[in-house]
């Protein structure tokens, strides 16, 4: 991957100084120099203490980077909803796991971007997974196409630049049709796989609106202010008002549904190369349409 940056500034500014400004980190700068990158202006090498003088042109080549643990590549075709030089932006279907695991070591995710890639013949085939989708969980997801670019978008997801928004269908007529859910999440005790909320877990934000109300349960929608595992069915179980679907949680079966009643409807982030916000959206997979429809009888 090349980069060609003008610098446009008043006065001379270091190599270094200039990048950082642009979010490279210090680790992907000495990989540059020490792993097959290079720093260059006007064709000619410089270091990161090079001074830039107004107008001149960076150009920056990220190194190769190296091969990660073997990964089984899948030939199940992807839903993308964006696709750029930088970002893959993909439909993730419920039931599919977002990255390999001991109980699904095939077809998650990850093994059909790296199956996607190979067909594609990019030259770059290591995953970067910037957001990852709960295996029951429908919707947007964010892959990285190189280092820099998840670096980047890593930075958005600690400041919550980078906004996920999510539906589902709770059980029941919720109390506030607005409301911020803020207990603290932690490892339920016995279990590898369950959370549940305590005192002394970690921070904790679920910040939901009533959409519509059911005979018997309620669309909301939900804007995660932290990424805790499985945050919202946690909080939602919390106040009793647990997804339909969710067994793990008490969440009441319902219209045949196999699995939570959630989906990442939304993905809103500032695009670093682009310069300017992408908004992303994914409509409400059948099961889910379903689903209100079976409720609205």
Not at 8 to 23: A, C, I, M
Not at 77 to 84: G, H, M, S, T
Not at 116 to 137: A, C, E, K, S
Request: charged letters at 15%.
């Amino acid at each position: 991957m090349i980069f060609n940056w003008q610098y446009l500034g008043d006065s001379k500014q270091s190599v270094r100084k200039f990048l950082q400004q642009r979010g490279m980190s210090r680790t992907l700068l000495k990989k540059i120099k020490f792993y097959g990158g290079q720093l260059q202006v006007a064709k000619m090498p410089v270091t990161v203490k090079t001074m830039l003088r107004p107008g001149q042109t960076l150009t920056v080549k990220l190194p190769p980077e190296p091969a990660q643990a073997p990964l089984t590549p899948s030939g199940t075709p992807l839903q993308i909803l964006w696709e750029d030089a930088h970002f893959l932006i993909i439909d993730k279907p419920a039931q599919v796991a977002s990255l390999p695991a001991h109980a699904h070591p095939l077809d998650s995710m990850a093994q059909r971007v790296l199956g996607y890639y190979q067909r594609q013949g990019y030259t770059n085939q290591v995953i970067h997974l910037v957001t990852r989708l709960d295996r029951g969980t429908s919707g947007v997801m964010l892959f990285a196409k190189h280092a820099f670019a998840h670096t980047l978008l890593a930075q958005q997801l600690q400041t919550g630049r980078l906004k996920k928004n999510y539906l589902a269908i709770v059980r029941g007529h919720l109390a506030s049709q607005h409301n911020r859910l803020t207990w603290p999440i932690k490892r339920a005790p016995h279990s590898f796989i369950k959370r549940t909320t305590a005192v002394g877990g970690r921070t904790a934000l679920t910040e939901y609106w009533q959409v519509s109300q059911l005979p018997t349960a309620t669309l909301v929608r939900i804007h995660l202010h932290t990424g805790r595992t499985h945050q919202i069915r946690v909080h939602f179980a919390t106040i009793g008002h647990p997804l339909l679907g969710d067994q793990l949680y008490a969440g009441p079966k319902v219209g045949g549904l196999s699995r939570p009643a959630l989906h990442c409807a939304q993905l809103k982030f500032y695009h670093p190369f682009l310069k300017r916000t992408l908004t992303i959206n994914s409509p409400l997979p059948t099961d889910l349409q379903q689903l209100l429809r079976f409720e609205t009888k």
